[in-house]
């Protein structure tokens, strides 16, 4: 059996939501760029491959629900700058 630890599937990102183990197994859908921010800071999804994943896929979600016509002011929408 192959677990994915973070995975995009259908214009959203699914991540095992890693506060609950060992006790259980429980899949977390994200679909707001916030929100995927929020599970990286509360350690939802942990170590440095999985986290690196997930912000990436953060910031797919985030141009997505973007309208910025130019990439400063995408990173202006994301909070990057």
């Not at 995009?8 to 095992?16: F, G, R």
């Not at 921010?37 to 440095?48: D, E, K, Q, S």
Request: hydrophobic share 45%; proline share 2%; with cysteine.
């Amino acid at each position: 059996m192959t677990l994915k630890t973070v995975e995009w599937k259908n214009n959203s990102v699914i991540m095992i939501d890693q506060t609950k183990l060992p006790k259980s197994l429980e899949y977390v859908t994200y679909t707001d760029y916030n929100d995927v921010a929020t599970a990286i800071r509360n350690l939802v999804i942990r170590g440095a491959p999985a986290i690196g994943v997930a912000g990436a896929f953060g910031l797919v979600l985030a141009a997505l629900q973007s309208s910025s016509e130019t990439i400063d002011i995408f990173y202006l929408f994301c909070g990057i700058f």
